[in-house]
């Protein structure tokens, strides 16, 4: 390996201790819902969690003993940016658990056979332990004691034959330990700089590059995947390697990035962008998910996002961006956030799906379905509609993006409102009062964002820009009762607009410019865009409730044991979807919002943004298998034009948001009316 030196390379921003930055509006609402629906509830009720063998039980989905794992390495950002100390108590005991029974050689865990001794779980107890001993400085230095007895063990194991990455035989483990041996060093990195002494720098240092070294022999480097050769450019085919799994691709985008902090290798930051550059290219839905109904799934509008997938490009995007600096990651990370995440779960996120298709005309359970290896059901909402993976996993996304509302340089010089959603900021200062900073704002909603900072030390504020609004975006310095006036900002060559924040209060909006966009997709469809969201033609539907069923055995699970909130969904069209669209006739509208925005946001009908857009039933859009076709080429209009109305894509259970063209400039059509047509038009 290339080795410069044993730094590592600094984040071009770092997170704020945790606990410091809250959410506020409409993000601290989902947060909330989070918390009081499934995100909050499954160590109070769910076996795979509460009976899990980590708490004692002995209930676990896979081999991996990775259900609970996951659970803990989400409660901790939840527990402690929403300050909730019912969770916090959650997340308590389950630490006080673990380390009570650290085994004496180091290991984390229930398992006592060096065969069950996988390590990948435990780097998913190591993330929420280093979050955890970030939120709260007393859990600290038994956290760091005893992640470096588990480095320890865990050199030990990987110097004898990369035992515990790469699967021997008898071991009870499969490749999705040395598929994912990089997730190692994602904590390792954060102890790395926390320990002083020599000896213990070294043996952290080493175990990384032995997790490297593992994933070369055990055949999974990464940087060689995304390559012009071997990078699959087409859908999955039967029997593929788990490096076309899209949960795997998801966090392997980090393979590079965190191999980059230890080797400094410039080529690393540009095979990175490459390398996400390319999944989107080929794999890209249109809402900011990357397709993957288990295994990569191409471009097809039918194919599926996997829930969990979605959460992990979500922290792996964060990362990248907090890394590099680079917005092209900022951006992407916030339109999956608001768009495939979202979309993913019902309102009031009690239930979530597996998969969500760019167009979705059922969410039932489908006789004959086009995924890799989901089966029908992989589109109902419920508890267990699919593998648990998804359910253990989605809470994952939304606390950790919300972390990263506000970052900053380590000296508090630079301080950046990175993720542009609502939150403020209390920042400790050695020796002076602390920082304030509150951004209210609607954002995506709306484009305003209106700043207060108060402040006993100067520092320079840096806003990200995304790329939609680096033309045209607007600044209102307001100061008293002086006139004010807008000014047209300027960006860095990092999408960053810098404003000098001199001691004292400070307040000021930005008014990003947002304008509709016409997306291409294959098979001459397009995509509506407008700021952050995606714009979908929500297709009318009815719901169809039922208990919720075991995601293996497809019977209904115990009642006495789940919540009366639990329960499956499955929404079937009650109007026709086949319509085709003509972009070069748009109206943007949006209702006037007093006080907060509503709660849920993603409710069907809840986001004040719509976009009326001139349409027209067509005849050629046929169905392959239960799900909508392609969208046709030359679409046959029938009918007479109409006004289609396109919302966010995550209030539209039931969506087309990949749209055939037509050309209907003979037919001017108003799209000025508050009610459009749309509704009564396409009634079955
Ligand atoms: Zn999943």
């Not at 997340?91 to 658990?97: E, G, I, S």
């Not at 965190?258 to 990175?272: F, K, N, S």
């Not at 998804?390 to 993006?401: I, T, Y």
């Not at 006739?585 to 009326?612: D, T, W, Y």
Request: a negative charge.
């Amino acid at each position: 390996m290339q080795m410069k030196s044993r730094a590592l390379a600094p984040f071009a921003f770092d997170l704020l201790p945790l606990g410091s930055v809250q959410p506020r509006g409409w993000i601290r609402d989902q947060l909330k819902l989070c918390a009081e629906g499934l995100g909050g509830n499954l160590y109070n009720f769910h076996r795979f969690v509460k009976d899990s063998s980590w708490l004692g039980g002995d209930v676990e989905y896979s081999p991996l003993r990775e259900s609970a794992p996951y659970w803990y390495n989400y409660i901790v950002p939840l527990a402690y940016i929403l300050d909730d100390n019912e969770l916090k108590k959650q997340a308590n005991q389950f630490l006080d658990r673990i380390l009570k029974n650290q085994h004496a050689d180091g290991w984390i865990g229930p398992e006592h056979t060096k065969h069950g001794r996988g390590i990948w779980a435990r780097c998913l107890v190591l993330m929420g332990m280093v979050n955890h001993a970030v939120a709260d400085p007393a859990q600290y230095n038994r956290i760091v004691e005893a992640m470096l007895s588990f480095t320890k063990l865990a050199n030990s194991m990987l110097k004898d034959n990369f035992q515990g990455l790469i699967p021997h035989p008898g071991d009870e483990f499969d490749e999705f330990c040395i598929t994912r041996a990089h997730e190692l060093s994602t904590s390792l990195q954060w102890l790395y700089d926390q320990v002083e002494n020599r000896q213990d720098k070294i043996l952290i240092w080493d175990t990384m590059d032995l997790a490297w070294e593992a994933s070369r022999v055990g055949d999974r480097d990464w940087s060689k995947f995304f390559t012009e050769e071997q990078f699959p450019k087409k859908p999955a085919a039967p029997g593929s390697t788990l490096m076309k799994h899209v949960v795997n691709v998801s966090e392997a985008l980090r393979y590079m990035p965190q191999l980059y902090r230890m080797t400094h290798d410039p080529e690393l930051v540009a095979h990175t962008r490459q390398s996400v550059d390319m999944v989107f290219k080929y794999h890209g839905t249109t809402f900011g998910a990357i397709s993957g109904d288990e295994f990569l799934a191409g471009l097809h509008p039918r194919r599926g996002a996997e829930l969990c997938g979605t959460a992990e490009l979500i922290f792996s995007l964060s990362y990248m961006y907090r890394l590099f600096g680079d917005n092209s990651y900022a951006d992407r990370a916030e339109l999956a956030t608001f768009n495939g995440l979202p979309a993913g779960m019902t309102e009031d996120w009690w239930a979530h799906n597996y998969l969500t298709q760019s167009n979705e005309v059922w969410a039932r359970n489908l006789e004959n379905w086009p995924f890799y290896n989901c089966g029908g059901r992989a589109l109902v909402y419920g508890l267990e509609v699919n593998y648990p993976c998804c359910l253990v996993n989605h809470s994952q996304a939304l606390p950790k993006f919300a972390m990263n509302a506000f970052v900053a340089s380590p000296d508090l010089r630079f301080i950046a409102h990175q993720f542009l959603v609502p939150a403020e900021a209390k920042i400790p200062v050695t020796g002076r009062r602390p920082i304030y900073i509150i951004s209210e704002t609607h954002y995506p909603f709306d484009e305003k964002l209106s700043y207060e900072v108060e402040t006993d030390q100067a520092f320079e504020f840096y806003i990200r820009v995304p790329e939609w609004a680096t033309k045209g975006t607007t600044i209102n310095r307001a100061s008293g009762n002086e006139e004010t006036k807008e000014e047209t900002i300027e960006v860095d060559a990092n999408n960053l607009y810098k404003i000098a924040i001199a001691p004292g209060k400070t307040a000021f909006t930005i008014t990003l410019n947002a304008e509709i966009r016409v997306v291409p997709r294959p098979n001459n469809a397009v995509a509506i865009y407008r700021g952050a969201l995606l714009y979908a033609m929500e297709i009318p539907h009815k719901a169809k409730v039922g208990p919720p069923t075991h995601f293996a055995e497809r019977k209904p699970l115990p009642d006495a044991e789940y919540s009366p909130k639990l329960c499956d969904v499955e929404y079937t069209p009650t109007a026709d979807w086949r319509v085709a669209i003509d972009p070069s006739q748009m109206h943007f509208h949006r209702s006037e919002v007093k006080g907060n925005l509503p709660n849920p946001v993603f409710a069907s009908g809840a986001p004040p943004v719509s976009i009326n857009v001139a349409g027209t039933k067509i005849s050629n859009w046929e169905l392959e298998g239960d799900c909508a076709g392609l969208p046709p080429a030359n679409p046959a209009a029938t009918g007479k034009p109409f006004g289609v109305k396109l919302v966010p894509f995550a209030s539209a259970k039931l969506h087309i948001s990949e749209f055939p063209v037509v050309d209907l400039s003979k037919d001017k059509v108003n799209l000025q009316s508050r009610r459009p047509s749309h509704g009564h038009c396409v009634l079955m």
